[in-house]
Every structure is written in structure tokens, then in C-alpha cells.
């Protein structure tokens, strides 16, 4: 049982994270948290057993979103691989780091990084994108209906971006793609579905780096992962087949609650328990 509930949750954090560009481990690591108060086969999970268990299965999440986002011709290569130039030293600093916690401390501090990001994909869904004369690298790219969107941005500045949001993946096994999505669809004008499918590639690389990290630490349980792989393979496809056809608006607005009633649960208990 303990193992098909580890399979169902890697399918949905792959879903979910493939669908708005999260990573699926803003889910993983609380959940992790979570099951190893509840029940005595997660017994040994501790905040860093969750972050190197969650990073090493997002690599597979983003490797399996971006292969279908790579379909419908929705990845910006070139963007993305110059964003890694930041957000790959960023992850294994932030996998380095991640050993500092212990389980009170991370757990509020990841409870308030929860609720920031909430923030953040509320600030995304009202937040109007910046007006701005394009300089540095100038991209375009054409939907399904025609319609041609014009993206730029600044080498240095894309690049230190990437760095802190791969140190925060690193840091708290998240992936990252949470800070990155509105940051280039706000700060760059990347078009959303771009901005979506160009993270997933980010995060996939970065998940790479921070895990070898990780590994080297003795961070990751390979049962668990071994479980949550094949959940988060599927999922990361599903997640990429829906954002190809439905609007995200309602799934942002329920992750947002949830992201916010987590991140409450999770610094109750780094305070009181």
C-alpha cells in the first residue's frame, strides 16, 4: 500500500508540475514530510532525505515534460541553456546548503517559501507583463492561430535570475520552475505556454546537477524514488498533454490555496511540534 501511494503521488506532482511549470516538487517534499508523521514505513524521511529524493525525480518529470512540450515546438532551446548557465551552479550550492536544516528549521522555512510562492502565482495571474523596448536577446515565437509574440531579455540579468531560482531548487528540491515561469513571462514577455515548456527543460537540467549533489550526500532513499519515478514519467506527460488544451486558471487558483494551507500546516508544526 505505502508503495502505491508513493506511485500515485509521483503522478501527481508530475501532472501538476508539467501543467504550470512547478517541477512537481512543491508537492513531493511536504508530502514526504507528511507521510513520515503518519506511518512508520516513512519513518526515516528527514528534510533532506525529501529534498535529494524529490530533485533526482524531477529530473525525470522534466525530462519527460519537456520531450512532450518538445512536440508541439513550444521549448526555447537557446533560452534555456543560457538560463542554465546559471541555474545549474545555483542547484549545487543550494543542494550543498540544504544540509543545514534541521527538520524544525525546514519545515518553516519551507512552509514560508510555500506561501511566497502562492504570492508569486497570484502577483502571475493579475500582474500586468512590464512595457519594455527590446535589447540583448530577441526572440519570437508564432501559436497555433497566428499570432506572433515578440520575448527579449538581457544575457547577465537572465542569468542571475536562473542562479537564484536553481540555488532555491537546490535548496528546497522544488525545481524552481515556480519563481522562474513568472519571472520570464513578466520580466521577459516570454508567452506563457513558452515560458511553461522553457522551464521544464531548465528544471531538468538543473535537477541533474543539484541531484549529484545530492547523491554524493547520501540525501537520497532509492526505494522511494524507485516508486515515484514511474508516477512522475506519466504524469509529467499528462500534465504537458492538458496545458496544450484546456486554461490553467483553476488549477493555479487551487494550488494556490493549497500552497498556502500546507505552507501554515508546515510552520505550526516546525513552531509547536
Given amino acids: 500500500m505505502s508503495y502505491l501511494i508513493l ?11 508539467s501543467l504550470i511549470g ?15 508523521t503518519m506511518t512508520s514505513f516513512f519513518h526515516d524521511v528527514t528534510p533532506q532525505t525529501a529534498i535529494g ?13 519537456t520531450l512532450a512540450y518538445m512536440k508541439y515546438k513550444t521549448v526555447d532551446y537557446k533560452s534555456g541553456l543560457i538560463f542554465f548557465i546559471g541555474s545549474g551552479p545555483g542547484s549545487i550550492i543550494g543542494a550543498y546548503l540544504s544540509k543545514l536544516f534541521n527538520a524544525h528549521t525546514f ?26 523596448v527590446h535589447k540583448g536577446i530577441i526572440r519570437t515565437y508564432e501559436d497555433e492561430s497566428g499570432e506572433l509574440y515578440t520575448y527579449s531579455y538581457r544575457i547577465f ?5 536562473a542562479f537564484f531560482v ?21 520580466l521577459f514577455l516570454f508567452p506563457p505556454k513558452v515560458a511553461v515548456a522553457t522551464s521544464m527543460l531548465i528544471i ?9 549533489s545530492h547523491i554524493a550526500e547520501g540525501h537520497v532513499n532509492w ?32 494550488m494556490r490555496v493549497v500552497l498556502i494551507l500546507i505552507g501554515c500546516e508546515l510552520i505550526y508544526q516546525g513552531i509547536f511540534s
Avoid: E, H, Q
Fill in 204 to 212: 531538468f537540467l538543473s535537477s541533474v546537477t543539484g541531484s549529484v
Fill in 157 to 161: 540579468t537572465g542569468i542571475a535570475i
Fill in 53 to 65: 529524493t524529490s530533485l533526482l525525480v524531477i529530473i525525470f518529470t522534466g525530462l519527460s515534460s
Fill in 107 to 132: 519545515s518553516v522555512w519551507f512552509g514560508l517559501f510555500m506561501i511566497l510562492i502562492s504570492i508569486t502565482l497570484m502577483l502571475k495571474a493579475k500582474a500586468k507583463p512590464v512595457n519594455k
Fill in 223 to 254: 526505494l522511494y524514488a524507485l516508486c515515484l519515478v514511474p508516477g512522475a514519467w506519466f504524469g509529467g506527460k499528462m500534465g504537458a498533454w492538458v496545458n496544450k488544451r484546456v486554461r490553467t486558471k483553476t488549477i493555479v487558483l487551487f
Fill in 7 to 17: 506511485i500515485i503521488l509521483g503522478f501527481i506532482a508530475g501532472t501538476v508540475g
Fill in 166 to 186: 536553481g540555488l532555491l531548487g537546490g535548496l528546497f528540491g522544488i525545481g524552481g520552475g515556480s519563481l522562474m515561469v513568472p519571472a520570464m513571462m513578466l
Fill in 22 to 36: 512547478l517541477g512537481g516538487g512543491i508537492i513531493i517534499v511536504p508530502a514526504m514530510l507528511y507521510l513520515s
